[in-house]
């Protein structure tokens, strides 16, 4: 069974920085996509950023672009989310989600919870002024 185990989470304060993890188990190969969602109270859950595992292209929403980076450790099954410059509109409960794919063209769909199989637990980042 795939399972996905998020960490890292915490209070900031605003232009500081935070790294988040992910850790994935159960896939068989490194075909598949991490994605990371986020969402604050009384707003709907929307995609921050994707990242395919094989070759580690990367897609993010322009809310983040040029703050937030992703990265993975196939050796660790892990993808990390770094997240500098924070603001206090990046407070949200963050959640990575999964899908087995074979070369996907990262995208924009990528940003979108119904491509995804398999989900996080969550774990809150909240930005203080």
């Known amino acids: 069974d795939v399972k996905l185990v998020e960490s890292g989470g915490g209070l900031a304060q605003a232009g500081g920085s935070l790294r988040l993890s992910c850790a994935a188990s159960?896939?068989?190969?490194?075909?598949?996509?991490i994605g990371w969602f986020r969402q604050a109270p009384g707003k709907e859950r929307e995609g921050v950023l994707s990242i395919y595992i094989s070759n580690g292209r990367t897609y993010y929403t322009d809310a983040v672009k040029g703050r937030f980076t992703a990265s993975r450790d196939i050796a660790k099954n892990t993808v990390y989310l770094q997240m500098n410059s924070l603001k206090v509109e990046d407070t949200a409960l963050y959640y990575c989600?999964?899908?087995?794919?074979?070369?996907?063209?990262?995208?924009?769909?990528?940003?979108?919870?119904?491509?995804?199989?398999?989900w996080g637990q969550g774990t809150q980042i909240t930005v203080s002024p």
């Open positions: 989600a999964a899908v087995a794919v074979r070369g996907p063209d990262i995208s924009k769909m990528w940003m979108f919870e119904e491509m995804y199989d398999f």
């Open positions: 159960g896939f068989a190969s490194n075909d598949y996509v």
